[in-house]
């Protein structure tokens, strides 16, 4: 699969994971707050930690591609070789 695919379907899972965990979470929390029930509100509170930690890891792997991109023109500079094609038109867009 191309890697531009790979990077759009990434974004798309952390995306949406992010705002389901935070509505989920958000509105467990609320409705455990009207009903009054510590289950309800513990698995409101575990949903939003997982919410979190899939935010996190998806972040960390994209924040891991970034340093693993300006390494390569970091390096293709010191050559004397200007940014492979591919990372041109990412910047001009």
């Not at 890697?3 to 929390?29: H, R």
């Not at 899939?54 to 390494?71: G, I, K, M, P, T």
């Amino acid at each position: 699969m191309d890697e531009e695919v790979v990077k759009a379907v990434e974004a798309t899972i952390a995306a949406g994971a992010s705002k389901a965990t935070t509505v989920g979470g958000a509105g467990g929390a609320l409705l455990a707050w009207f009903m009054s029930s510590q289950a309800i509100a513990a698995i409101s509170l575990l949903i939003a930690v997982l919410g979190f930690a899939v935010n996190f890891y998806f972040r960390l792997r994209s924040d891991r591609r970034a340093e693993r991109e300006s390494q390569a023109r970091l390096a293709a500079l010191a050559r004397g070789v200007d940014a492979p094609p591919a990372m041109r038109e990412r910047d001009e867009s």
